[in-house]
């Protein structure tokens, strides 16, 4: 299922049953699995690896070189997880061999038209990455977390999973677990209860609570925020000893 217009390097390793668009480039080194789809003029650089059952949009460029002043050619790579959805004109780029070599998408992400993904991001499991989203260096996205439009994120700054971020924002501080940021500078505004309960089979009432306990122990108990947080790491919700590990940077939104 390569379309005539197309060109797959003789060395990617492409499965019979993917379909190659018009006009796409598949370079030395890509893999791609089953039942890939791409549409057209998508370019996959070498050291990409697409998972079964993705759909790549026209003119989406996947794997180019990071986009740092330190990347000498070393060789890294592009991950994209399985059952994901990369829209029109996304670009994507490998990671570098400072920041462990790899930018990676779990399964089932959706990224839409015209967003950017830098170098050695991570975005888990059913995220949402709206249109013309731009994710600097080392931004790491949780499950199924929401960005909405246009949205900016400085390198190093991460979103929690089943947090949202509301539309042309700049995340320059970290944005909690199960948490919903808007206003600029940007704010805390409460627990993200749409998606807790749209995974209601993960967060029952018992579980809502105590995340709406914890976050009164963060931001209104005045007491130090690191005695909170080392605490919630000890003892709070898995959601916490996720978010605040040996990644997190020390910044986090204020209500």
């Known amino acids: 299922m390569v379309h005539p217009s197309a060109f797959v390097h003789p060395s990617a390793k492409v499965h019979e049953t993917a379909t190659i668009g018009p006009w796409c480039i598949v370079d030395a080194g890509a893999e791609i699995a089953e039942g890939v789809v791409l549409e057209s003029r998508v ?25 740092d002043l330190k990347y000498a050619g070393e060789s890294t790579r592009l991950e994209i997880g399985e059952n994901c959805t990369i829209r029109e004109y996304c670009t994507l780029n490998r990671g570098t061999a400072q920041g462990g070599g790899v930018t990676r998408l779990a399964d089932k992400v959706l990224l839409m038209t015209y967003s950017h993904v830098g170098h050695d991001c991570f975005i888990d499991e059913g995220a949402v ?21 246009n949205v900016g994120m400085p390198q190093r700054n991460q979103v929690g999973a089943y947090a949202f971020v509301g539309a042309t924002l700049k995340v320059e501080k970290d944005v909690p677990p199960a948490s919903k940021a808007f206003g600029t500078p940007l704010k805390w505004g409460g627990l993200n209860l749409h998606a807790l309960k749209l995974h209601s089979e993960d967060f029952s009432e018992e579980r809502i609570a105590g995340l709406d306990k914890a976050f009164r122990a963060l931001y209104r108990s005045g007491r130090p925020i690191q005695e909170v947080i080392d605490e919630l790491k000890a003892s709070g ?6 978010f605040f590990d040996e990644h997190w940077g020390g910044s986090l939104i204020r209500p």
Do not use: M
Not at 237 to 242: A, G, M, N, R, T
């Open 43 to 67: 370019h996959v650089y070498g050291g990409v690896s697409i998972g079964k059952n993705t759909r790549v949009f026209d003119g989406a460029i996947l794997g180019a070189p990071p986009q």
């Open 129 to 149: 990455i709206s249109n013309g989203c731009q994710l600097g260096g080392h931004a790491r996205i949780g499950r199924y977390a929401t960005l909405g439009g």
């Open 237 to 242: 919700d898995p959601l916490f000893k996720e």
